[in-house]
């Protein structure tokens, strides 16, 4: 059985050094996919742990020159410290570049100017940009090119250039060379390309809140119960079993089931939902959520990975690694672009040697450097990990999980939207719905459930709760009997009183007067008798959620087809149906021909969205372009599906749409400005406006270009994070 693994990869900072991690992992023995998110630095890898492990697969990472650690045991996540990091080196860097601005302005002489500027550019060279040269010098070592390439032979050339004019003026000047010297524009790239991987990161951190506020969902102590004493112990300590208290205003720590006490709990985390759930004895409880004013102790159930809160977050982080099929064609490009690039460089500086105006090495030299720095992929390699990681955050922040790019693409193209009926638009639960009582003096919904009290058949449970629910006090009955399929008696203050179908009132003689007794039930009718006879009958069916027939008017006004699938009768069927308002239905379709009925309409050209909560809607859910879960599903059906909605109603599919739709239309603009910025700006960095208009770009404003378009491919997808 595969595993997966998320790797730290440090190093990386274009396209093309995701593209060289993810080309060395998928080429590893015992790999079945890999994915690397330059936005996140991390690699997730899907393995086989017979034939691999995660420390070869870290050899792997750190055999193409960039930096690996094997993951901890634990997903409480790590602080992104990169733009920390990057503080002290962009304020050196920009005070640097304000003193090479400044110093020519100084009167002093030419030469001593020059070797002052040489002064000031030796730290940002030497400190504030080296991992420019070094990461560029392994790259070459492994016979690949990135992004620190182009930077590294842009300002390399350029600085030593200008070093050589400086410690060597009177040669140059004897063959009739002006000492020109480039050491601002060194700084200057540098002090750019810093402020805008300072940007990226602080943005890479905004875009990554989402996990850290789940992570900051588990309170670090717990008040454990030991031989009757309340002991506060860390969270990494309590074992499954243990008693927990919780007082007022207290964060659940892990998941379990309530002992003692009540309270009213905020779970919203989970389903969005901000009214508070009552919790009592033996209530389920679940970690990360908020107590209210009440005090209640509970025993755990789960920890670690195993709890709610925890495989939310791995969901997360999987989804935010992963790719949707649009990255493809960015990640094809990224991976030639450096090795055309410094062609395309090469070109320019023959060219400007050749036919450029004296001092013609000088034009081509500069020429040369700007087409370098502004052709950086930067922008190109953000494009899509950006957006699918801020849109995956923001999903979850809504309760709406979405497993990752792939996910995102396929859900915002569906044209249809098949929805399974029980406890999809529906409950999925027995409930009362009416209760008809052939005398208005006789309490057949107290008696029946009295009777029932003792049952365990979900008819049974629905009329106990409808009459809890309704205040109503059970009375206590004797001689209970049982009779599986058809129903109960037992005797109620001195009344025997028979609740069931219609085959048990038959086997005891009961006629049903009046005669269509039942038949205009929506449900199942339960028929009650006192004494030997007919005293009313109760409406018993699955409920419409209260948010489905909205959600479906919804998915309506966003162009898409709505189909109904059960396997109900078709009555039952169509009455649902007509109470949300779907006119397409398809009714007694078994499981396995759900599957079908899924391929019916992809065979027609639809892209399918099925929404399902059963095991016997997986099949469908995985045979769909896109499958949506609903959390109280079985954990098949949410393995099965794309997106998962955390909250138990229809509204969070139009809901997953429409976020989908936005997140892909931000790729695609992200996309669309990355690749018309290169088409544009390379030529144009290459002096093909010179000759007409005598335009040119220099080599710092190439790299303000280039730090710019990060900044908005980045700022761009931010945007969804108000989706």
């Known amino acids: 059985m595969s595993q997966v693994v998320t790797i ?71 602080h992104d410290h990169a733009a920390e990091d990057l503080r002290p080196k962009l304020l050196l860097s920009l005070v640097a570049a304000a003193l090479v601005m400044l110093l020519p302005m100084l009167p002093l002489a030419p030469s001593t100017v020059r070797f002052l500027l040489l002064g000031v550019t030796l730290p940002v060279i030497g400190w504030a940009g080296r991992h420019f040269y070094s990461r560029a010098w392994k790259a070459f070592r492994h016979h690949s090119a990135d992004m620190n390439t182009l930077i590294a032979v842009g300002t390399g050339a350029a600085f030593l250039s200008s070093a050589g004019v400086t410690l060597a003026a009177d040669w140059f000047t004897t063959h009739g060379i002006p000492p020109h010297v480039y050491f601002e524009a060194v700084v200057w790239i540098i002090a750019l390309i810093l402020l805008g991987n300072h940007l990226e990161a602080r943005a890479r951190g905004k875009a990554s809140e989402a996990i850290r506020l789940l992570i900051g969902l588990r309170p670090a102590e717990v008040r454990v119960l030991r031989q009757d004493r309340e002991v506060v112990i860390p969270l990494e300590q309590v ?41 009592t004895l033996g209530a389920s409880v679940t970690g990360g959520t908020l107590n209210g004013l009440g005090t209640f102790r509970f025993r755990v159930t789960r920890i670690g990975e195993q709890t709610v809160l925890a495989r939310i977050i791995r969901a997360v982080k999987e989804a935010q690694g992963s790719k949707p099929p649009i990255q493809r064609l960015a990640d094809r490009i990224s991976a030639i672009f450096v090795p055309v690039v410094i062609s395309i460089a090469i070109a320019t500086f023959v060219i400007w040697f050749d036919v450029g105006p004296a001092p013609a090495y000088l034009h081509a030299m500069v020429a040369a450097v ?20 801020v849109a995956t955050g923001r999903g ?15 859900a915002s193209k569906a044209t249809v939207v098949i929805l399974d009926k029980t406890g999809t638009v529906t409950e999925g639960r027995a409930n009362v719905v009416g209760v008809h009582a ?61 609740v069931g179908n219609r085959q048990l009132l038959l086997e005891n003689g009961v006629e049903l007067d009046p005669a269509g007794a039942g038949a205009d039930a929506s449900g ?58 779907i006119e397409k239905v398809r009714a007694e379709v078994l ?36 499958g949506i879960a609903m959390s109280s599903g079985s954990d098949i059906a949410i393995e099965a599906g794309g997106i998962t909605l955390m909250r138990n109603d229809l509204a969070g599919v139009p809901r997953a749409l429409r976020l989908t739709r936005r997140a892909l239309d931000v790729i695609r603009q992200n996309l669309f400005w990355a690749f018309i910025y290169n088409l544009a700006c390379i030529p144009i960095a290459a002096g093909i406006l010179y000759p007409g208009l005598g335009l040119r770009l220099s080599p710092a404003m190439a790299a303000a270009a280039m730090a710019i378009s990060s900044i908005s491919v980045v700022t761009n997808s931010l945007r969804l994070r108000h989706a």
């Open 591 to 626: 499981p396995e021909h759900k599957r079908d009925a899924v391929a019916q309409f992809q065979s027609e050209g639809h892209v399918v969205a099925m929404v399902g909560d059963g095991i016997n809607d997986a099949p469908a859910l995985a045979q769909a372009d896109i």
């Open 239 to 279: 074992q499954v079993g243990d008693e927990i208290v919780i007082r007022p205003g207290e964060r659940i720590p892990l998941d379990g089931t309530v002992l003692n006490g009540s309270s009213a709990v905020d779970e919203s985390m989970l389903s969005g939902e901000p009214v508070p759930v009552e919790k």
């Open 396 to 410: 979850a922040g809504m309760g709406v999980l979405i497993r990752g790019g792939e996910a995102i693409e396929l």
């Open 524 to 581: 199942t009718a339960v028929f009650v008798v006192i004494d030997g006879k007919l005293a009313g009958w109760l409406d018993i069916a699955d409920r419409v959620r209260p948010t489905s027939a909205a959600a479906v008017q919804e998915l309506k006004s966003m162009g898409l087809e709505v189909v109904m699938i059960t396997g109900d009768n078709w009555e039952t069927a169509r009455r649902v149906a007509h109470e949300v308002g």
């Open 8 to 78: 730290p990869v440090t190093g990386m900072t274009c396209a093309a050094c995701s593209a060289r991690v993810e080309r060395a992992l998928r080429d590893s023995p015992g790999v079945e996919t890999a994915n690397v998110n330059l936005m996140t630095s991390e690699a997730t890898v899907e393995f086989s742990p017979s034939a691999t492990s995660p420390e070869t697969l870290v050899a792997a990472v750190r055999a193409t020159g960039y930096g690996a650690e094997v993951p901890a045991s634990d997903h409480s996540g790590h």
């Open 438 to 498: 052939l005398s208005d003096s006789t309490p057949i919904l107290q008696l029946a459930a009295s009777v029932e009290h003792g049952s365990e058949h979900a008819l049974g449970q629905a009329i106990v709760t409808a009459a809890q629910a309704g205040g109503l006090t059970l009375e206590p009955v004797e001689d209970f009997a049982a009779f599986p399929g058809r129903g109960v008696m037992a005797k109620s203050g001195g009344r025997r009183v028979l």
């Open 370 to 389: 700007t087409v370098l720095i502004i052709a950086c992929p930067c922008a190109m390699g953000l494009a899509v990990p950006t957006a699918v990681m």
